[in-house]
């Protein structure tokens, strides 16, 4: 992996802040559906500076705090579409195809419910957008993979794999974040606490 440049270290800074200030907001208050979505939604983000294993589970961490801030308040439509996010990121980081179209419409489900709760949200929309796009460029990243494999003489495979490793979390990381810094920036400024830094 390249080295992160300082806008990268600065957002991975952001939200580790984040994840730790939600932590302990929701262990002083285990009703709060606002620290449990922050916390999800930061360990989100910081999946996208991990790689294979430990970025899905770091995702699936996310989930389990999205779902908990739902069982609390079924009509929380930061959480609903923090949800979504984390199944369109999940049905990219998986290579079966049958696997990764549950995700992707699990992910769908979320974000109607989230547009049902706040209609006039133009980033749930533009998730739901996305997500309707998702089992295609799932399926030219699939091949895409499977061509760089066949193309990689022996001696360079590792090297090869490394790369594309690189460019598929690169696209997926597009498509999952394209709403998710803005969300984020109006749930920094609606509910984060003094001590967080501003978004720049």
């Not at 929701?26 to 999800?40: E, P």
Request: with cysteine; glycine share 6%.
């Amino acid at each position: 992996m390249e080295p992160l440049s300082r806008d990268e270290i600065d957002r991975l800074m952001f939200f580790e802040q984040a994840r730790e200030q939600a932590e302990k907001d929701y262990a002083s208050n285990h009703q709060d559906t606002h620290a449990l979505t922050r916390w999800g939604g930061a360990l989100l983000e910081l999946a996208h500076f991990r790689q294979g294993p430990e970025a899905y589970a770091m995702i699936q961490e996310a989930t389990v705090k999205f779902k908990k801030a739902l069982v609390l308040d079924s009509r929380k439509h930061d959480a609903l579409w923090c949800l979504g996010n984390a199944y369109t990121s999940q049905g990219f980081l998986t290579t079966d195809t049958v696997r990764a179209h549950e995700f992707f419409d699990l992910a769908n489900d979320c974000f109607k419910k989230a547009i049902a709760e706040d209609p006039t949200s133009d980033v749930y929309r533009k998730a739901l957008e996305m997500t309707s796009k998702a089992p295609g460029l799932h399926a030219e990243l699939q091949k895409q993979l499977r061509e760089a494999q066949h193309k990689s003489p022996g001696g360079g495979s590792s090297e090869r794999k490394v790369s594309t490793s690189d460019f598929w979390y690169d696209v997926a990381g597009w498509v999952c974040l394209a709403g998710i810094v803005t969300g984020w920036i109006a749930l920094a400024r609606t509910a984060a606490p003094a001590t967080t830094p501003a978004v720049k």
